[in-house]
Nanobody
Framework: VQLQASGGGLVQAGASLRLSCAASGRTSSSYVMAWVRQAPGKERELVAALNWSGSNKYYSDSVKGRFTISKDNAENTVYLQMNSLKPEDTATYFC?????????????????WGQGTLVTVSS
């Protein structure tokens, strides 16, 4: 499966952004999806994950209550709605996928990656 992330940009603290991840290729298989971010000089952090049906979601403590992951099966697209953005949310955001039914919480568990989209939050 190929993943294409988009939607990043420069915003002020408190603003919202919605990231999109369009999947193509073997999308008929069951995939679990995640959003992973990496700030300069820091390790990758999985911030949100979704099981294959979309019924179970995981959020890291750093984004819980502010970010929402969702999917549109008809469009083969996964979204990350980011509200109340903070300067510490500044990072390159990647969408990731792996075959399976239940989500995984570690970035290394995901086999397929998009190219990343940069989110910059100014104070």
């Amino acid at each position: 499966v190929q993943l294409q992330a988009s939607g990043g940009g420069l915003v002020q603290a408190g603003a919202s952004l919605r990231l999109s991840c369009a999947a193509s290729g073997r999308t008929s298989s069951s995939y679990v999806m995640a959003w992973v971010r990496q700030a300069p000089g820091k390790e990758r952090e999985l911030v949100a994950a979704l099981n294959w049906s979309g019924s179970n979601k995981y959020y890291s403590d750093s984004v819980k209550g502010r970010f929402t992951i969702s999917k549109d099966n008809a469009e083969n697209t996964v979204y990350l709605q980011m509200n109340s953005l903070k300067p510490e949310d500044t990072a390159t955001y990647f969408c990731a996928a792996r075959l399976g039914y239940s989500y995984y919480r570690e970035p290394y568990e995901y086999a397929y990656w998009g190219q990343g989209t940069l989110v910059t939050v100014s104070s």
